[in-house]
DNA sequence: TGTCCACAGGAAATACGGGGGT
DNA sequence: ACCCCCGTATTTCCTGTGGACA
């Protein structure tokens, strides 16, 4: 046989076992806005999130007769298409305002990542193009004095849709009091906040005398059943994968596992995806067995992911935790934890933390879920907090594996 | 019943690093 | 180039505490 035909053989199998025809569709954020509105028009074409987007369209429709809406809080959590949706409606009613002649702009201002109330400020001034990128050093004044006066001229309806509110951590209460109290009345425009978060209780410590300024409607979206995960899926995976290489009940399973743990699309997608990379790394079709083993692959990389982008503090405590070897009579206390610590900061020429602050880092991974820490007293012998990891070896492994690449260390030449 | 361990965790003080004003 | 101000991180200082033990 020709080599040239062996070889056009060869491309051909392989393109007929390709299974990520666009692997785009794969991971939202490789979309552009637009194609994201595209795949949620189709999505919410068959349903999905009726009652929330009827809900939705009713409370901003006393735009179109020129009454204010009141404030909106959307609770839901991760995944369930809180941000996505409204975005889109929100857009949708854009161009609908601009149709019928009614002045109206929104902005989304992301908080996915926990900040303090400053760079949430900071980040509404960029979108509104009122400042810069400031680190530090600017006063919170000056911040909501420019965010005024770039809105000042602006007289329509003005839409400010805060994303995940509760993760402005230092002072929530100053945040909100800015755009509750003091935004409304300086500027013209009509103002109407929609607020996200994922804990249906965020508004419950914030200042009363704000709390009682915020008159909202609330929104709850459910986390998504297996059913419509079965359809978010299917656009997936007709819009991505080869169809041929997608064994019959791969969907099925995806769905009822994701709808069983937790709901959210967007990890039912990262698991199908997962499960084609894998498949098409072994040349397989994607099937059920596969599934497991993806999912037992990302379960095992989410740890390792998380303290990958964490502080080198928290780092550094956590792999000394998890090096003090385990002895079956007393479990760890904070000071054997903070011993070890301090050793392998001396090792790696991190300064050490105070143990008050090390304490406090120990809170952290235990709500992180690195680490089980609960109080204990024992009597004459003290009260502290005993540290217990319930991580699976592999992951132990796998994380100290980061941490020491974190540090610069060979993490093999430790012997 | 009182003592005392080994910390927890709140509050205030201090350090730090960066930006604005001059 | 200098100083001052700011927000944030960390330290310092402190009071509180559940229960075994005497």
């Not at 805060?162 to 929530?172: C, K, Q």
């Not at 290489?245 to 997962?274: F, P, Q, T």
């Not at 990891?389 to 941490?403: D, G, N, Q, R, W």
């Amino acid at each position: 046989m020709q080599v040239e035909t062996k070889i056009e053989e060869q491309i051909q199998t392989l393109l007929n076992n390709t299974i990520i025809l666009n692997r785009r569709y794969l991971d939202d954020e490789q979309l552009q806005r637009v194609e994201q509105f595209k795949v949620l028009k189709e999505i919410f074409d068959v349903d999905v999130r009726d009652k929330e987007i009827r809900e939705l369209s009713s409370h901003f429709a006393p735009m179109f007769r020129q009454d204010h809406p009141v404030h909106l809080s959307v609770y839901g959590k991760t995944g369930t298409g809180k941000t996505v949706t409204v975005l889109y409606l929100l857009n949708l009613f854009h161009s609908l305002c601009l149709k019928k002649g009614v002045e109206m702009k929104y902005i989304h201002l992301d908080l996915s990542t926990p900040k303090p109330c400053f760079r949430a400020l900071n980040d509404l001034a960029c979108l509104l193009d009122a400042a810069k990128r400031y680190k530090k050093g600017i006063s919170l004044d000056e911040l909501m004095g420019r965010i005024e006066d770039r809105i000042k001229s602006y007289t329509g309806y003005f839409v400010l849709f805060v994303d995940e509110v509760d993760h402005v951590r230092t002072d929530l209460d100053s945040f909100l009091k800015f755009l509750v109290k003091r935004l409304p009345q300086t500027i013209p425009s009509r103002l109407i906040l929609v607020f996200s978060s994922n804990r249906l209780n965020w508004q419950e410590n914030i200042d009363p005398r704000i709390k009682s300024f915020l008159k909202m409607n609330e929104l709850f979206f459910a986390p998504y059943n297996a059913l419509d995960l079965q359809k978010i899926l299917a656009l997936r995976i007709e819009k991505a994968l080869n169809p041929k290489m997608v064994e019959s009940g791969v969907l099925e399973k995806i769905a009822a596992v994701s709808s069983r743990n937790h709901g959210d699309a967007r990890k039912a997608v990262e698991l199908l995806s997962k499960s084609a990379q894998m498949a098409e790394k072994e040349g397989v079709p994607i099937t059920l067995d596969l599934v497991d083993r993806a999912y037992d692959e990302i379960e095992r990389d989410k740890y390792a992911a998380m303290i990958k982008s964490s502080p080198k503090q928290l780092q550094a405590a956590l792999y000394s935790i998890l090096s003090v070897p385990p002895s079956s009579h007393k479990p760890m206390q904070t000071g054997d934890a903070y011993n070890a610590y301090s050793a392998f900061c001396g090792k790696v020429g991190l300064r050490a933390l105070t143990q008050r602050a090390f304490s406090d880092i120990v809170s952290e991974l235990d709500m992180y879920g690195f680490i089980q820490a609960r109080i204990l007293s024992h009597g004459r012998y003290g009260r502290t907090k005993e540290i217990a990891v319930k991580l699976p070896p592999e992951v132990v492994l796998k994380i100290k594996h980061v941490v020491l690449l974190e540090f610069d260390l060979n993490p093999l030449a430790r012997f």
